[in-house]
């Protein structure tokens, strides 16, 4: 009887344990899109080889995202292709750099408007310009792999862009340091079609 009683005691606490230790890690932040699945192609309407696209732009992706970390005051939306090499350097292909969303903000809408600035205030720039550049990674190649990143920060970076893409993200992926409180990602594929 003792044993069943140390056993049950001992259980209960185990419980209680995991509970608590449930209750006190938050859920981590979550990005996504109801655009493609997370990891699947990209569909051709959000790309550079879209319909009616001007040449390097599209139609950026709805997004949203969740699990907020608490002390966020801003947002930054990265978006780069990860298999292109730059200049021989380390840096990847810019594809859009939102930053300074609002905190208020669970996501961006479809079809973000071009503008060095938007209606919220957040700045917007990617090696095309002040513009979302959708995929456009060459028919006869491999599919690339393009990372859309979400970072919560305890700051705002009010750093408007310059006229270098690259120089702009530099500077401002500098800006965050020490100041990222959350980060999430999804992925998507994507070459053009032959």
């Known amino acids: 009887m003792k044993r069943i009683l140390l056993f049950s005691a001992l259980f209960l606490s185990a419980v209680s344990f995991s509970q608590a230790q449930t209750a006190a890690t938050p859920s981590p932040m979550t990005l996504s899109t109801t655009a493609f699945p997370d990891g699947s192609r990209i569909p051709i309407k959000f790309s550079q080889a879209a319909p009616g696209a001007a040449p390097g732009e599209g139609t950026s992706p709805a997004l949203t995202w969740t699990n907020v970390p608490a002390g966020t005051q801003s947002f930054l939306l990265h978006m780069h292709d990860v298999d292109v090499t730059r200049n021989k350097t380390t840096d990847d292909q810019l594809h859009w750099l939102v930053w300074n969303i609002p905190a208020t ?37 491999p599919l690339h792999h393009y990372i859309f990143e979400i970072y919560a920060l305890d700051t705002k970076v009010n750093l408007p862009p310059t006229t270098d893409a690259f120089e702009t993200r530099t500077k401002v992926m500098q800006a965050i340091q020490g100041h990222v409180l959350g980060k999430a990602a999804y992925s998507g594929l994507f070459k053009r079609p032959e």
Request: glycine residues 22%; positive net charge; proline residues 8%.
């Open 105 to 141: 903000a669970t996501g961006l809408p479809e079809g973000v408007p071009k503008g060095a600035q938007l209606k919220d205030g957040s700045y917007q720039i990617s090696a095309t310009g002040l513009v979302y550049r959708g995929p456009g990674a060459a028919a006869n190649g």
